[in-house]
């Protein structure tokens, strides 16, 4: 593993491709991410525990895999059309958001079949947001959401989770301070990813009457929604009183249907919104991946989707490294697919305790600068969705050898 160091240190894009020209504003304050080269670093070595990724070794539903073989031979899947996804799909996807919800979505009207639920997140940011509009998210947030608020030319505002008690909670007097008369759009993943982060009832009704009184729109991050640890609630925010015009929900079959490589995704609104996604969506992807739209639809209308058993799973291996990290100043996640280490309050930045985690302990994990304010640089992420109970036996050792102060 000597090439470690060298492709961690490697912390910002180096490359001098655009020399004396100009280089566009939106890619001013865009980072590149760290995941890659944690990843590249780790190699092919089968001693690593890739922690860096959201991945899982899950299987997705076998009605899916069935599904994706019919459609290598199938004439309709290999084409353009319908641009908008298939009438199956959408129907399925409509359907799917209206169980959950209790909104009635009229599939032809309020629904967009997107290639993944990062390109629907990025068409509703173009489609809803003018340059200079200001965007709340929480503080940490995925940082490919603070990016592509960024890149449709909008302004990211972050709000602190704070550890408590319980777990984490949303800064709520800190939320309402957030926004201004530029803000248009509270953007928000729940679970939260990186942190695990849940949000409860109460921090729900203040968000929503935020919406209300303010009048924004909220884009809801639904790919983890039903990941839920220790028997908490679900609830969707279209369902709270006078929010199902001003949520729009982006979801996905990569995480619950363990379907990241397919790549289909949707978004679910209010029809005058969903129109003009279905636009940007046209001229920007053209069009979600044909022969994924049978699998994504056969997933969401099987009885048989293991949703439930992988969340017992996941939630396994999430009691698994907690215990193993006991003692540790470790976050623990009440849903998803990872939590954060306080690597701060080891005395180190989070570029320092990855690359100690690699060489030392063979354990790849994200740093996560760029992905929160207050709550960036001092963490690292653990994905625990993607390593077997057995392999995650023993990390402890590996994770307190590594980042100890005289190591």
């Known amino acids: 593993m000597e090439n470690v160091n060298r492709l961690l240190a490697t912390r910002q894009p180096t490359d001098n491709f655009h020399g004396a020209m100009h280089r566009p504003s939106r890619l001013r304050d865009i980072p590149g991410f760290s995941i890659d080269r944690v990843a590249a670093a780790a190699g092919e070595d089968a001693a690593v525990l890739r922690l860096e990724n959201l991945d899982t070794d899950l299987r997705p539903p076998p009605v899916a895999i069935a599904a994706s073989r019919l459609a290598l031979e199938s004439d309709d899947a290999n084409s353009y059309l319908p641009f908008t996804g298939t009438d199956q799909l959408r129907q399925a996807a409509a359907a799917h958001v209206s169980r959950l919800s209790g909104i009635e979505y009229d599939a032809a009207r309020q629904c967009v079949i997107t290639a993944g639920g990062t390109a629907g997140m990025f068409n509703v940011l173009l489609a809803a947001l003018d340059p200079g509009d200001e965007v709340v998210l929480t503080d940490p947030t995925y ?5 592509r608020v960024r890149l449709a030319g909008a302004v990211p505002r972050l709000v602190p989770f704070v550890w408590a008690e319980d777990g984490w909670r949303l800064d709520l007097d800190a939320l309402e301070s957030a926004v201004s008369p530029r803000t248009r759009m509270l953007f928000l993943m729940n679970p939260s990813m990186p942190s695990g982060a849940v949000l409860d009832r109460a921090e729900w009704e203040r968000i929503a009457a935020l919406c209300r009184n303010r009048g924004l729109w909220l884009l809801y991050n639904a790919a983890m929604e039903r990941i839920l640890y220790d028997g908490r609630a679900y609830l969707h925010p279209a ?22 490589g397919w790549r289909v995704g949707w978004v679910v609104g209010p029809a005058s919104m969903v129109s003009d996604v279905a636009r940007v969506a046209i001229y920007n992807v053209v069009t979600p991946v044909g022969i994924a739209q049978p699998a994504a639809a056969a997933a969401l209308t099987t009885a048989e989707d293991g949703v439930t058993d992988s969340v017992a799973e996941w939630q396994r291996r999430r009691d698994r490294v907690v215990a193993e990290l006991d003692g540790l100043p470790l976050r623990p996640a009440a849903g998803g697919w990872s939590m954060l280490l306080d690597v701060a309050a080891l005395g180190l930045d989070s570029f320092t305790a990855s690359e100690r985690l690699l060489a030392r302990g063979r354990i790849a994990a994200t740093p996560m600068r760029h992905w929160g304010e207050v709550n960036g640089d001092r963490f690292v992420r653990l994905v625990f969705s993607n390593e077997p109970l057995g392999r995650l036996a023993g990390m402890g050792e590996r994770v307190r050898a590594a980042l100890k102060a005289d190591a």
């Not at 940082?143 to 990016?147: D, F, K, N, V």
């Open 143 to 147: 940082a490919g959401m603070i990016a």
């Open 239 to 260: 369902a709270l009183p006078g929010m199902a015009e001003r949520t729009i929900t982006v979801g996905s079959v990569s995480k619950e249907y363990r379907m990241i």
